[in-house]
T-cell receptor
Framework: ETGVTQSPTHLIKTRGQQVTLRCSSQ?????VSWYQQALGQGPQFIFQ???????GRGNFPPRFSGLQFPNYSSELNVNALELDDSALYLC??????????????FGEGSRLTVL | GDSVTQMEGPVTLSEEAFLTINCTYT??????LFWYVQYPGEGLQLLLK?????DKGSNKGFEATYRKETTSFHLEKGSVQVSDSAVYFC????????????FGQGTRLTINP
């Protein structure tokens, strides 16, 4: 059984640029969530995707957007990068049960540095 | 709003010591409660959960009891090992069907041999 995989593991961007992060969900999981974890903080919910549609969003601006594909993999896109976007971005998958929020399987994350 | 507050770290203990990591929560609904653990170089993993008042979650020797009267979900282990060194996160799902986990800030635990 393959776990959640994310790419790239590390990347450096400059302010104003755009970034795309990718996630392959665990086999059999149809729900994908994205979280932002700033250094020394707990993860914060960005959004969740189910059946290729956004199914819940946290307090993040529209320049954070996502996609889910028919094979349940997902992308997180961030436009107009700001310095405060520097963080570890975590992808998590789960089967759809009662909203699929609590019992998540996380990837190791993509560490984004914005200069 | 919904929030989770954990005891501040870092916490350093000797092997075989008793561990408590405090967690309290604020929720507008009736939440489910979780502890997640992040070992060095690994992704977050679910450690244990409890979905209703007085439920006790347990796994790998760790326990936590859902206390509605004190809005708490403290993590305990009777005898810690070096391999328990990690960052521990308390979290909640605000209500059944909610799409998000709300995390505390994490507590870094180091166990010395």
């Amino acid at each position: 059984e393959t776990g959640v995989t994310q790419s790239p593991t590390h990347l450096i961007k400059t302010r104003g640029q755009q970034v795309t992060l990718r996630c392959s969900s665990q086999s059999g999981h149809n729900t994908v969530s994205w979280y932002q974890q700033a250094l020394g903080q707990g993860p914060q919910f960005i959004f969740q995707y189910y059946r290729e549609e956004e199914n819940g969003r946290g307090n993040f601006p529209p320049r954070f957007s996502g996609l889910q594909f028919p094979n349940y993999s997902s992308e997180l896109n961030v436009n107009a990068l700001e310095l405060d976007d520097s963080a570890l971005y975590l992808c998590a998958s789960s089967p759809w049960t009662s909203g699929g929020a609590g019992e998540l399987f996380f990837g190791e994350g993509s560490r984004l540095t914005v200069l | 709003g919904d929030s989770v507050t954990q005891m501040e770290g870092p916490v350093t203990l000797s092997e075989e010591a008793f561990l408590t990591i405090n967690c309290t929560y604020t929720a507008t609904g009736y939440p489910s409660l979780f502890w997640y653990v992040q070992y060095p170089g690994e992704g977050l993993q679910l450690l244990l959960k409890a979905t209703k008042a007085d439920d006790k979650g347990s796994n790998k020797g760790f326990e936590a009891t859902y206390r509605k009267e004190t809005t708490s979900f403290h993590l305990e282990k009777g005898s810690v090992q070096v391999s328990d060194s990690a960052v521990y996160f308390c979290a909640l799902v605000p209500y059944a069907g909610a799409q998000k986990l709300v995390f505390g800030q994490g507590t870094r635990l180091t166990i010395n041999p």
